[in-house]
């Protein structure tokens, strides 16, 4: 035993120390979040630069067309999602996602987005590689989930609390905006929807 202890000790002295994560890219103060809708209306602006924006998620696209761009099939996973300011129960909007999100395949990006649902809202960072169809072909670099996000339930209740306010039925929009109002919801959408409460409340007592 007393000849094992200097054998371990040299091991443990030779042992390379435990490596230390890198810098936390979505904490780079000079990486202000830009919109996505922001990158869609000028998608050269940023040719190349990192950027960092929330989309939420609309699904993964299995097969397309990569044209002469890098963003082949079989190097890249892609996805179609929204912008974050956005209000998915906004018949415009919804039909409306950024096309063109990829990751490269076997990438941290990739795993964690390969099992992702629709609706979840992602953060990331990425780049636009490439400006086509007049739309920007973007690669995503860093990604992380975010608990808040807009439920299939909260856009089918705030669709109907929409179509109740377009006919002056106070009353049941009102009750359709307060139940999209449950689950956790991201700022901005429970303040839209709070707004919209509001409205109707005070147009049933007119």
């Not at 780079?28 to 040719?47: I, M, N, V």
């Not at 956005?86 to 039909?95: A, G, I, Q, T």
């Not at 996000?149 to 856009?155: C, K, Q």
């Amino acid at each position: 035993m007393r000849r094992l202890l200097p054998i371990l000790a040299l091991g443990l002295f030779l042992a390379p120390a435990p490596a230390h994560p890198g810098p936390d890219p979505f904490e780079d103060p000079e990486l202000e979040p830009t919109p996505l809708s922001a990158l869609r209306e000028k998608p050269a602006a940023l040719l190349g630069r990192p950027v960092r924006f929330v989309f939420q998620l609309r699904e993964e696209v299995s097969d397309w067309n990569p044209y002469v761009t890098r963003f082949g099939p079989g190097d890249y996973a892609r996805y179609e999602g929204w912008s974050d300011e956005r209000f998915l129960w906004e018949k415009p909007v919804f039909e409306d996602p950024a096309p063109y999100l990829f990751a490269r395949r076997g990438s941290v990006p990739e795993l964690v987005l390969r099992n992702a649902q629709t609706y979840e809202r992602y953060e990331v960072v990425a780049r636009v590689r490439e400006t086509f169809l007049g739309a920007p072909w973007i690669e995503i670099e860093h990604v992380r989930r975010l608990g808040e996000h807009v439920s299939a339930g909260t856009i089918l209740h705030a669709v109907r609390g929409i179509e109740m306010r377009s006919e002056k039925r106070w009353d049941i929009a009102l009750e359709q905006f307060e139940r999209a109002g449950n689950g956790i919801l991201p700022e901005h959408v429970r303040a839209e929807l709070d707004r919209l409460v509001r409205e109707c409340r005070r147009a049933s007592r007119m």
